[in-house]
């Protein structure tokens, strides 16, 4: 039904609160929009520390106003006949449970989690010019696990090879561990693109499910 003007636009993330204001996950804009279309949530527009609930068709005609009178404010999307403005938050109609929290062990948490950084020079790479490294190697008994972890560039990776740091004459800037929140979402937190979903955060949250 939808098509993004741009990358970046599909690539928005949604906060998604259960019914009782409770920041429940964060998910990608088409699937937002097909709950709100499906009338399985509402939209929760935030202006000034308040804010408004709107199902499909209210946000369709606040969204006609905006790109008239503010377009530049907001983040668009197409449909075949019409524009609609972005939602950066959406409240689930019926559910109320918060899942268990975990932080996911996956390669964008960990890329986070390092900030980017080779663990052992501490320089900044894009995340094409970083690879994943097994601290303690698989060749000698080392897991899959956030404290074996971490990221290294190909120069340090290359460097280390198959051996434990002490045996590459190598240091890691700080011990790896698994991280209490999810290091996604202090990363969005930063953009101004979702200062909204602050109000809604606090630190006993701050470890919603990605998906």
């Known amino acids: 039904m939808f098509s993004a003007q741009s990358s970046q636009i599909l690539d928005s993330q949604v906060?998604?609160?259960n019914k009782h204001y409770m920041a429940f996950r964060v998910i990608g804009l088409r699937r937002a929009l097909s709950l709100v279309v499906r009338e399985l949530a509402e939209i929760v527009s935030c202006?000034?520390?308040t804010w408004e609930n709107y199902?499909?068709?209210?946000w369709r005609e606040l969204s006609s106003y905006r790109q008239t009178f503010e377009a530049h404010k907001y983040d668009w999307v197409s449909a075949v006949n019409f524009d609609i403005a972005v939602p950066r938050v959406i409240r689930l109609l019926f559910y109320d449970r918060l899942p268990r929290q975990t932080v996911k062990f996956n390669r964008r948490n960990i890329?986070?989690?390092d900030g980017n950084r080779c663990q052992y020079c501490g320089r900044k790479f894009?995340?094409?010019e970083l690879s994943l490294d097994h601290v303690v190697p698989r060749?000698?008994?080392g897991g899959n696990s956030w404290d074996n972890i971490v990221c290294a560039c190909t120069k340090c990776n290359a460097k280390k090879g198959g051996r434990t740091p002490e045996q590459a004459h190598m240091k890691l800037i700080q011990r790896p561990v698994k991280p209490k929140r999810n290091?996604?979402?202090?990363?969005?937190?930063?953009h101004d693109r979702y200062k909204s979903w602050k109000q809604f955060l606090d630190h006993a949250y701050w470890s919603v499910?990605?998906?």
Do not use: K, Y
């Not at 199902?55 to 209210?58: E, Y």
């Not at 290091?183 to 930063?190: D, F, K, R, S």
């Open 55 to 58: 199902d499909f068709n209210s």
């Open 209 to 211: 499910e990605l998906t």
């Open 183 to 190: 290091p996604i979402l202090h990363i969005h937190l930063n």
């Open 111 to 113: 890329f986070a989690r």
């Open 139 to 141: 060749t000698l008994g």
């Open 15 to 17: 906060l998604v609160l």
């Open 126 to 128: 894009p995340t094409s």
């Open 47 to 49: 202006d000034d520390g």
